[in-house]
């Protein structure tokens, strides 16, 4: 033992010139006394661009951003002088600056959905700050659906889409169509910019209605959005718009490294009208388009059902098969003909086990006959293909 103590300080430099350096620095200590944690050699891939990381998140510290002090929305001043409209305004930019996940999806869909609802604000001399309403209703997601019925990236109730153009049933919905409900939305920002002169009281109308605003306006004789008493929804939504466009504009500025170019980019799709004579299998039509049945809802999200009756659409499909498309479908019609027979409901059948006993769909079978109710009778007659 006497021997090992006597040679130890030659083995320990053996070992440090042999790189076994951690023995020694594992039980150096600080002139504080506390004792030293070993380091570990940062690595940086080759392959990966290496990013500034801000102080704070290297730090472990929650940063502080004070919303601006001064702000326009749709070229209209907001009031941030105001005690009341700031303190409103920061309650939902102090929500929304931390909700960094919710951010960042909003940036990467941002790159698909923006450039089209730029364009068309441009071309009808609308101010660009109306695509943040879009955010605000749907986080950017056209197939949103409120439990009170409203649908799409506007968020359109049927109500109001059916006023505005929009197909709303149950084989198709026009809601969920980005480019048919943002034309449609728009139509209506401005019949509703035409009746209050205010984008903010535009806007509250948007989410509570117009003739709720109205008659508030009345009631409490006040002209302007930050005076009137609304529901509280309404009375956050614009602000919460206004905080949208603040961080969606300046991510830097409040600690998003974004790196433009890598969220999800538009789909390349080619309009293909197309007029169908009778129903015809949604499954069929997208084998037709060259791409799956679940590709084909993603890029025509207004099908709501598995089978299309008769009439006039608009097919979104991949450049590449337009040629072949119009071919397929000629085809398709062709298989489809008119052969029918009629079944007699007996007693207990329903039209689920209908449908599987002729290997149709009971979509398919309330189209043929013109049902909208999901029952049917003892005794009733229903007509049902059998030949495709």
């Known amino acids: 033992m006497k021997r090992i103590i006597r040679y130890l300080p ?30 570990i050699p940062h690595q940086t891939l080759s392959s990966q661009p290496t990013q500034t990381v801000p102080s704070y998140v290297k730090d472990g510290i929650v940063p502080y951003f004070r919303p601006p002090s001064e702000f326009t929305f749709c070229g209209e ?10 303190e409103r305004f920061d309650r939902e930019f102090t929500i929304l600056v931390y909700s960094h996940a919710q ?10 959905y923006f450039p089209w609802v730029e364009q068309q604000l441009k071309a009808k001399g609308l101010p660009d700050d109306l695509k943040y309403l879009i955010v605000a209703e749907s986080d950017l997601l056209p197939g949103a659906k409120s439990p009170a019925g409203a649908a799409g990236i506007w968020q359109f109730i049927p109500s109001t889409g059916s006023r505005y153009g929009l197909r709303v049933g149950a084989y198709l919905d026009d809601r969920y169509d980005f480019e048919r ?28 209605g117009e003739d709720r605003v109205s008659r508030e306006m009345e009631r409490q004789r006040v002209r302007s959005y ?8 309404t009375e956050r ?34 309009r293909v009208p197309v007029t169908l004579s009778d129903s015809l299998s949604v499954i069929d039509i997208a084998e037709a388009a060259g791409v799956t049945y679940r590709q084909f809802l993603i890029y025509n999200p207004f099908i709501q059902s598995d089978v299309l009756p008769a009439g006039f659409y608009t097919f979104r499909i991949p450049p590449e098969q337009k040629d072949s498309f119009g071919l397929k479908m000629e085809e398709l019609k ?21 449908a599987q006993r002729y290997g149709v769909s009971v979509d398919e079978i309330k189209q043929w ?9 003892q005794g009733q007659k229903l007509k049902i293909r059998i030949s495709r």
């Not at 001043?77 to 700031?86: L, Q, T």
């Not at 999806?105 to 790159?111: G, M, P, Q, V």
């Open 77 to 86: 001043p907001v009031p941030m002088n105001r005690a009341d409209v700031f």
């Open 369 to 377: 006959n013109q049902i909208k109710e999901n029952r049917v009778t």
């Open 334 to 354: 062709r298989r489809y003909t008119q052969q029918f027979k009629y079944h007699v409901v007996s007693r207990g059948e329903t039209l689920t086990s209908i």
């Open 103 to 112: 951010v960042y999806l909003w940036l990467k869909r941002a790159e698909r």
């Open 237 to 270: 939504y614009v602000f919460r718009i206004m905080a949208i466009k603040e961080v969606l504009s300046n991510p830097e500025k409040y600690g998003y490294q974004y790196i433009k170019g890598t969220g999800y980019q538009p789909f390349q799709l080619e």
């Open 10 to 39: 030659s083995i320990l430099a053996v070992l440090a010139l042999l790189g076994c350096t951690s023995v020694g620095t594992m039980e150096a200590e600080s002139p504080a006394g506390t004792k030293k944690l070993p380091t």
């Open 181 to 208: 409900a943002t034309e449609s939305g728009l139509k209506y920002l401005m019949d509703l910019y035409n009746r209050f002169r205010s984008w903010t009281l535009a806007l509250a109308a948007y989410n509570c």
């Open 226 to 233: 930050y005076d009137l008493k609304l529901p509280n929804e």
